[in-house]
């Protein structure tokens, strides 16, 4: 019994590996259907599961709404929050949120050094949602908009 539930485990994390950066989130700095939400880039604090310098992009989202700060967020936006390590020029993690059907997402991503491709670490969606559950009445979201 308990080597099924080692190998399902086994076989979730070899399926996880190799997964890339998806198409629709390469380039979200620059893209026109991404925001920058935070004007100042987000200081590393304690207890931070994102270690690191961050800054969090909303995409797919109208800008009225993010002036606003409209919540719950309409189905299709995806969040994108990066972190660079200090003292460092490019981003170690990725960490993405997509709406869909009402539901978020969570995945996330990343790469020791500059030179290397961003890969999906297999975290579990419950470990993602216990912690942005202290925004549930943000939609989930901690960050909201502040424009540039």
């Not at 690191?52 to 709404?65: E, Q, R, S, T, Y």
């Not at 999906?120 to 549930?136: E, G, I, L, T, W």
Request: aromatic share 10%.
């Amino acid at each position: 019994m308990f080597w099924r539930i080692g190998l399902a485990l086994a076989l979730a994390l070899v399926a996880a590996c190799g997964e890339t950066l998806p198409a629709d989130i390469e380039g979200y700095q620059t893209a026109p259907t991404c925001v920058r939400l935070n004007k100042d880039p987000i200081p590393p604090y304690e207890g931070d599961p994102h270690k690191g310098i961050k800054n969090v992009f909303a995409c797919n989202v109208d800008l009225p709404v993010l002036l606003a700060n409209t919540r719950p967020f309409p189905d299709g936006t995806i969040i994108v929050k990066e972190s660079r390590r200090p003292g460092v020029a490019y981003t170690w993690l990725v960490a993405t949120a997509r709406k869909q059907e009402g539901r978020w997402r969570w995945d996330e991503y990343t790469r020791n050094f500059d030179n290397e491709g961003h890969e999906r670490v297999p975290v579990p969606q419950s470990k993602c949602m216990d912690c942005h559950a202290k925004a549930a009445a943000q939609d989930f979201i901690f960050t909201t908009y502040d424009p540039l």
